[in-house]
């Protein structure tokens, strides 16, 4: 993932400049990075561990919007998946409905406010769906992130609600949203993780 | 990048070392988080101001550190928000056990990390509450979405809520005030040049050089309109008209007055803009009891300016004249 | 031409009304001369202060008119000396008997104006005398040539001399410790753009985007070296050798510095530059009385900085720790 | 001469960019400005009233360092000319020789420092020789403006030490002086209106 960021850091933060403040790149890829620097540093145990680690270093090293936004969503799937050491379909689905539900409350935003939410939604519902029909985990977390892009694009037409866009109104629409589009780069990231 | 900076990633703890070093008598600063105390904290029994922001908007808001005002200034990276870690340590630094009280601006990431610091702080004893500033007129308001922006107008929250504290009021009654100003405050801006944030090292929008754009927020957030160049005097009716015409009478009593500079306006142009917006609000029937023209919330090199006006009251109004002590623009 | 104004022509008298009504407590503008005059002149028995230039270097000089600094400023055309006319219309509204002292910066325009205006005060019974600033080392000194520039060091000049005709000093007495500042002051600043002086409304020189200029004039005026932009602390490295490298010995004793932004350049750098100002002090066993940074001598949007030590005696830190009132830069 | 200082403004504003504050030309427009208006209200007898009307025009309008320089110039002009009304070339010569010295007088300054002074010195003498050696008025202004040509054209290769261009030291060589250049530009102008 932090790779991830880090190729896509320019990309990202060029589509914040468009309805924002030019940041989201940035603030990402440093996030990830003292995530990265963290682990190197810890050897978790558990993916729980990995989930809380992450967490804590874009909480206190991201800032602006994303930071607790994510920071919150990374708690909250450590938080349903527990000691466990090898995740499930099931357990995936599980973790990326409570990431959604965090990232919810503390962001107060709902589905078609041109938000991470945009994203998130579609991918859990495609994650759920997936781990349903007997997917496996890689099975789920690429539904999930197919459903992502897709959400991310989608954003595109949306006029935003929340977050710094929102203060373009109808000048937001025409650009796809920053939020959405790191949420979908973080979920091929992981399943390219899976994969590789 | 036409900057006096040394590496794009430490212009912000170099600032800080440099007002820390320029102002001993003011401020201390704690490199490991980022943040400005006063050199005396924590003041005993006096509720403790913390605000904080993206950096970029200096002399906003360590300048503003010190007696009579805040008690401590979170430095986020450049127009990024600080971290709750960031603000936990101010919280510690400066609580003198009477309560921690946040100006927040209202934005997304502002808001959200103060209220998990908060949320932190409150788990290890310290209470705190916090006012989210949003005067920004450029944006429509509502529940439904983010609402307003909070720009200069939060200065005036810091010196009003900041003398209130100074003055012994407990972390209720400065909240109290601090609403109060929020409630009575109302700014709007306009610049005429893009700023260039160190990291990205180039304009964060293209403007061609005859245009201008009403409505801009603090951080290169496009505005409301994209126009061409207009006289000083048109653009202060333009932005004047909308402030007056928010929801807020400023016909009534008094009202304090900034035109803000942005960071690239020279103070020459400022006060050709202040001349003018004199001249607007004593036609509408506005009473000025002071007014205040400087840079005091600025965007990095942004060429520009907002007006706020804040309704007064007998009680800010003496809390504005009460005196303080802070590194901003102070010439001797 | 991104500038908020209106008429190029209208530039100066809109500015000097806008400080008037900004500041009415502290100003009054008198139109048909251009000047502004302490709200409370003439000040009766005390020696009066009277400067002036050309204007774009706002706040520099009406925004240090007030008590405890000057009692006047003369504006003329952007960076075109006043003429011996406004000068004497000056001299005579803050004439309190006790004799007008004017406080010029060494360039010819400025020089042989108040010299003009002198003889014209004097044919009308009012004493005059005058120092001649000229603190820039960025130009070689030389008795046959028109010397050094006066720059951000003038400001030191005003505030000491300002302070002690407040303390009662006679005419004589002021000219004496305006002498002893300027003899102990040095000052040398860079620039990274150009400025767009409003009539002209096309930068005064071309400078490539990599490009920076060393020992630049307020005015526009090209600097000694061309060269290609260096981090902060090389620039700040070549500054301040220059400037500790001249007849003042800034070892002995304790110094003010001051860090002056020419216009358009952020705060955020001022700083910047300032922190590494402190470390080279330090280094090279310089004490450090107080230190300014902000912007008080500017070239209307010119981006860049100019740094200044004072050589203080006893004597000029209490002048310089003196209250006054001035609009430059107050927050509140 | 208002009008050849405004035909010449952006040149001289020009000339004054490359080694002074981009200023001269707006300057001396804005002094022959005053002193055609001042000369159009005052209807005034003698050409030394008209010297001397300038002469106020130009001290309490141009400021800078033409202002007191040009103003006292004219000012002595007019004082050697006392109630005269026809000139005859020595008058001219007379005239001109005093404003020198004026200049010389209140700008500290001598030839060979890139000023004024190297325009109007040799201008002085060539006025001088065409008077002596019997010459019109006409012709006594011609040669002076022509020595000015030359004089103006001379300061290019020299270093200036005095004014603006001070500051230069030897980067000012190269560069034709502002002032120099409108003193030539005047007298040229004297003669057009001799002979229109
Ligand atoms: N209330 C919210 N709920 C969910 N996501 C949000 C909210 N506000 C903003 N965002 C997301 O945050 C992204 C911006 O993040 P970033 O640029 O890092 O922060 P900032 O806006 O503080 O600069 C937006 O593109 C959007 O997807
Ligand atoms: N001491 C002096 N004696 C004679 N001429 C001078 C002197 N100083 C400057 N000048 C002339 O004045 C010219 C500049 O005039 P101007 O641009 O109007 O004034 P300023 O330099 O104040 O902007 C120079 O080009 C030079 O010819
Ligand atoms: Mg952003
Ligand atoms: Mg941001
Ligand atoms: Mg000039
Ligand atoms: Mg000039």
Same mark, same amino acid.
């Given at each position: 993932?932090?790779?991830?960021?880090?190729?896509?850091?320019?990309?990202?933060?060029?589509?914040?400049?468009?309805?924002?403040?030019?940041?989201?790149?940035?603030?990402?890829?440093?996030?990830?990075?003292?995530?990265?620097?963290?682990?190197?540093?810890?050897?978790?145990?558990?993916?729980?561990?990995?989930?809380?680690?992450?967490?804590?270093?874009?909480?206190?090293?991201?800032?602006?919007?994303?930071?607790?936004?994510?920071?919150?969503?990374?708690? !909250? #799937? =450590?938080?349903?998946?527990?000691?466990? &050491?090898?995740?499930?379909?099931?357990? @995936?689905?599980? *973790?990326? $409905? %409570? +990431?959604?539900?965090?990232?919810?409350?503390?962001?107060?935003?709902?589905?078609?406010?041109?938000?991470?939410?945009?994203?998130?939604?579609?991918?859990? !519902? #495609? =994650?759920?769906?997936?781990?349903?029909? &007997?997917?496996?985990?890689?099975?789920? @977390?690429?539904? *999930?992130? $197919? %459903? +992502?892009?897709?959400?991310?694009?989608?954003?595109?037409?949306?006029?935003?609600?929340?977050?710094?866009?929102?203060?373009?109104?109808?000048?937001?629409?025409?650009?796809?949203?920053?939020?959405?589009?790191?949420?979908?780069?973080?979920?091929?990231?992981?399943?390219?993780?899976? $994969?590789? | 990048?036409?900057?006096?900076?040394?590496?794009?990633?430490?212009?912000?703890?170099?600032?800080?070392?440099?007002?820390?070093?320029?102002?001993?008598?003011?401020?201390?600063?704690?490199?490991?988080?980022?943040?400005?105390?006063?050199?005396?904290?924590?003041?005993?029994?006096?509720?403790?101001?913390?605000?904080?922001?993206?950096?970029?908007?200096?002399?906003?808001?360590?300048?503003?550190?010190?007696?009579?005002?805040?008690?401590?200034?979170?430095?986020?990276?450049?127009?990024?928000?600080?971290?709750?870690?960031?603000?936990?340590?101010?919280?510690?630094?400066?609580?003198?056990?009477?309560?921690?009280?946040?100006?927040?601006?209202?934005?997304?990431?502002?808001?959200?990390?103060?209220?998990?610091?908060?949320?932190?702080?409150?788990?290890?004893?310290?209470?705190?509450?916090?006012?989210?500033?949003?005067?920004?007129?450029?944006?429509?308001?509502?529940?439904?979405?983010?609402?307003?922006?909070?720009?200069?107008?939060?200065?005036?929250?810091?010196?009003?809520?900041?003398?209130?504290?100074?003055?012994?009021?407990?972390?209720?009654?400065?909240?109290?005030?601090?609403?109060?100003?929020?409630?009575?405050?109302?700014?709007?801006?306009?610049?005429?040049?893009?700023?260039?944030?160190?990291?990205?090292?180039?304009?964060?929008?293209?403007?061609?050089?005859?245009?201008?754009?009403?409505?801009?927020?603090?951080?290169?957030?496009?505005?409301?309109?994209?126009?061409?160049?207009?006289?000083?005097?048109?653009?202060?009716?333009?932005?004047?008209?909308?402030?007056?015409?928010?929801?807020?009478?400023?016909?009534?009593?008094?009202?304090?007055?900034?035109?803000?500079?942005?960071?690239?306006?020279?103070?020459?142009?400022?006060?050709?803009?202040?001349?003018?917006?004199?001249?607007?609000?004593?036609?509408?029937?506005?009473?000025?009891?002071?007014?205040?023209?400087?840079?005091?919330?600025?965007?990095?090199?942004?060429?520009?300016?907002?007006?706020?006006?804040?309704?007064?009251?007998?009680?800010?109004?003496?809390?504005?004249?009460?005196?303080?002590?802070?590194?901003?623009?102070?010439?001797?």
């Amino acid at each position: 993932m932090a790779a991830a960021m880090e190729e896509h850091r320019r990309y990202l933060t060029q589509l914040d400049a468009a309805i924002g403040d030019a940041d989201h790149g940035t603030n990402m890829h440093r996030g990830f990075q003292a995530a990265l620097e963290r682990l190197n540093g810890a050897d978790p145990d558990t993916p729980a561990d990995v989930l809380k680690a992450v967490s804590m270093a874009l909480i206190s090293k991201v800032g602006g919007a994303a930071g607790p936004l994510y920071g919150t969503a990374f708690l !909250r #799937a =450590a938080g349903v998946l527990g000691g466990k &050491g090898e995740l499930s379909a099931a357990d @995936l689905a599980a *973790a990326l $409905e %409570a +990431a959604l539900e965090g990232i919810k409350q503390r962001g107060r935003a709902e589905e078609g406010q041109k938000t991470i939410v945009d994203a998130l939604a579609p991918a859990v !519902r #495609a =994650a759920r769906e997936a781990a349903d029909g &007997g997917g496996s985990p890689e099975e789920v @977390l690429r539904s *999930a992130a $197919e %459903a +992502a892009r897709k959400g991310a694009e989608a954003t595109v037409e949306m006029e935003a609600k929340k977050g710094r866009a929102s203060y373009l109104g109808k000048r937001s629409i025409g650009h796809q949203d920053p939020g959405a589009t790191s949420t979908y780069l973080l979920l091929d990231a992981a399943v390219r993780g899976l $994969e590789g | 990048m036409k900057k006096i900076i040394n590496a794009p990633e430490d212009v912000v703890p170099e600032q800080l070392r440099g007002m820390e070093l320029a102002r001993p008598d003011l401020l201390r600063y704690m490199p490991e988080a980022n943040v400005l105390v006063r050199a005396d904290a924590p003041v005993e029994g006096k509720v403790a101001l913390v605000s904080g922001g993206g950096s970029g908007h200096e002399p906003a808001h360590g300048g503003f550190v010190g007696p009579g005002m805040l008690d401590a200034a979170c430095a986020g990276a450049v127009f990024t928000s600080p971290t709750p870690d960031q603000m936990l340590e101010a919280t510690k630094a400066v609580d003198g056990g009477a309560g921690v009280f946040y100006v927040v601006k209202n934005y997304t990431g502002d808001v959200l990390n103060f209220e998990m610091a908060g949320e932190l702080a409150q788990a290890e004893g310290i209470e705190t509450d916090y006012v989210v500033v949003d005067d920004d007129v450029a944006v429509e308001d509502s529940t439904y979405t983010s609402g307003r922006r909070g720009i200069a107008g939060t200065i005036f929250v810091h010196k009003i809520a900041g003398a209130a504290a100074e003055d012994g009021k407990d972390l209720a009654g400065v909240k109290e005030i601090a609403q109060r100003v929020n409630a009575n405050v109302r700014s709007m801006g306009m610049a005429l040049t893009s700023c260039i944030p160190p990291e990205r090292g180039e304009p964060i929008f293209e403007i061609a050089d005859d245009e201008m754009e009403i409505g801009m927020g603090i951080h290169g957030e496009p505005g409301t309109e994209r126009k061409k160049i207009e006289p000083a005097n048109s653009v202060v009716d333009e932005l004047a008209a909308k402030v007056l015409g928010d929801d807020v009478d400023f016909t009534q009593g008094e009202v304090a007055v900034m035109v803000n500079g942005l960071g690239g306006t020279p103070v020459m142009e400022l006060y050709i803009a202040y001349a003018h917006l004199a001249d607007v609000l004593k036609r509408e029937g506005v009473n000025v009891y002071r007014s205040f023209v400087g840079e005091y919330m600025t965007s990095l090199e942004m060429a520009g300016f907002s007006i706020t006006l804040l309704r007064l009251d007998d009680e800010m109004k003496g809390y504005l004249d009460a005196p303080c002590r802070v590194a901003a623009g102070r010439p001797f």
